[in-house]
């Protein structure tokens, strides 16, 4: 059985496979705009959320949106500053967060982990070797939508360029700050947790934490293990950011509204719970294939629970 790509996982994270995104807009409005502060904002989409600093001579940007969505999130951005767009973070490679680059990249200097350029370009490389056989299988299984889908991607990674690859050009590995006017924006990598790239953007003075696919708010997350991520690495990068950020902190989400540390410690919960449940089904002798049908009723009302068996298996292969 072919291995689904890394780029192909983000691709269904768009609807081919889960149903509709957490943010269902209309198609005559696909980016929903929600200011946060007197100068930060909030665009709510079908990828990952996009959150904006206006500073007095600059806009630092967080995540990047769908390729598709690109172009809408600078309009969205340019409708309420005529400040230039300086700098875009990326908090990890999918892309559902990092697919609009190439639209900021005439604008903006793209920044992130030394990890996430790397998967950039190793995501090109894996549709060239695995779509050709993706595109087979959906079309045996009559699944024209996905063909199409998966045609799109495999014919812009033919035709692109190296060069032309809109991946971060500023790396760093451990942490680093802007300084933009009186804000201090801290920008620091985490334990391997939602991938091997993450990392959250602090905006100190609006106290606005931009967490990216480190929370999933009140929807069950996704655990790239193929990418580096971990379940244990989730209470880890959790634990570290708690730590650093004050009780007032708005957080944003990589999916879900806009929440504040208690719904961080929530999602950490149930980080903690999932960990749990498959270390005593382990200890129980309990086989991965009966822990995967397992469920965690506290957990009910939560989105997208179709992830739930995915979530299961990581912790299960992790549990000691």
């Known amino acids: 059985m072919i291995r689904v790509t890394l780029l192909f996982i983000s691709m269904l994270f768009s609807g081919l496979a889960f149903g509709q995104s957490h943010h269902d807009q ?8 929600k200011k946060l502060t007197e100068s930060f904002y909030v665009l709510y989409g079908r990828g990952g959320n996009v959150g904006f600093f206006i500073g007095p001579d600059a806009v630092v940007a967080v995540d990047a ?17 005529d400040k230039p767009i300086r700098y875009l973070i990326n908090t990890h490679h999918h892309i559902d967060h990092a697919g ?15 990890n996430v350029r790397k998967r ?21 299984k009559g699944n024209e939508q996905r063909v199409k889908q998966l045609e799109s991607v495999l014919t ?11 991946a971060p ?7 680093f700050r802007i300084y933009l006017g009186g804000e201090i924006i801290h920008v620091w990598h985490t334990a391997p947790a939602h991938t091997d790239g993450d990392s959250v953007v602090y905006f100190e003075k609006e106290k606005v934490l931009h967490m990216g696919d480190l929370l999933f708010y009140r929807l069950f997350p996704f655990i790239d293990v193929d990418s580096g991520g971990s379940a244990r690495g989730y209470l880890k990068a959790i634990d570290q950011v708690i730590s650093r950020v004050p009780a007032d902190v708005s957080v944003i989400p990589g999916h879900g509204q806009v929440t504040n540390l208690d719904g961080l410690k929530e999602f950490r919960t149930y980080i903690q719970d999932l960990i749990d449940a498959a270390v005593q089904a382990k200890k129980a002798g309990k086989s991965k294939e009966e822990f995967l049908k397992t469920t965690l009723p506290q957990y009910q009302q939560w989105s997208k629970p179709e992830r739930f068996p995915q979530n299961a298996g990581a912790a299960f292969d992790e549990a000691q």
């Open 169 to 175: 050009f500023l790396t760093f590995d451990s942490e």
């Open 26 to 33: 209309t198609p005559a409005d696909p980016l929903e705009l």
């Open 156 to 166: 812009w990674a033919r035709n692109v360029k190296v060069d032309e690859v809109a």
């Open 120 to 140: 950039v370009f190793a995501n090109r490389d894996e549709v060239l070797r695995e779509y050709p056989e993706a595109i087979q299988d959906a079309r045996s």
């Open 100 to 114: 609009g680059n190439e639209y900021f990249l005439p604008l903006a200097m793209i920044i992130a982990h030394d």
């Open 65 to 81: 949106e769908f390729r598709d969505l690109g172009p809408g999130a600078v309009q969205k951005i340019k409708s309420v500053t």
